[in-house]
């Protein structure tokens, strides 16, 4: 199963491994209590991407759309994908305040597709 969260939620015993897909460190979060198995920043959107969408919440679709491109040939995704088939449950950890519009969002339909 795959799960998404803000980091800045209680953490839970079901979360299962915890992986962190910003490729910023989260405000306020200091590194020893988040609690995370991973940092898999390399996942995250490229700043340019991150930046160009944030000027605009508009730019969605089109977000989508070009970070799949990004995504399509990246080792991270592989790596991510390997982690759950080892694991029962992984929940991919994020910051943006944003729960309808989010990477994380796009990497879990990407890979439950």
């Known amino acids: 199963m795959i799960r998404i969260k803000r980091i800045y939620e209680p953490i ?3 979360d299962g491994y915890r992986v ?3 490729r910023l460190w989260p405000r306020g979060i200091k590194k ?3 609690d995370i198995d991973l940092w898999l920043k390399e996942i ?4 340019e ?3 160009w969408v944030h ?3 508009g730019r969605w679709k089109q977000f989508v759309t070009k970070y799949h491109k990004e995504l399509k040939d990246s080792e991270a995704v592989e790596t991510l994908k390997s982690i759950i088939k080892k694991h029962k ?3 991919l950890l994020y910051a943006t305040k944003n729960e309808e519009q989010n990477h994380a969002l796009v990497l879990k339909d ?3 597709k």
């Open 49 to 51: 991407l991150r930046k």
């Open 89 to 91: 449950t992984v929940t």
């Open 32 to 34: 020893e209590k988040a």
């Open 20 to 22: 962190l897909v910003d």
């Open 44 to 47: 995250a959107p490229s700043t």
């Open 110 to 112: 990407l890979l439950t």
């Open 12 to 14: 839970e015993s079901t």
């Open 55 to 57: 000027a605009d919440p």
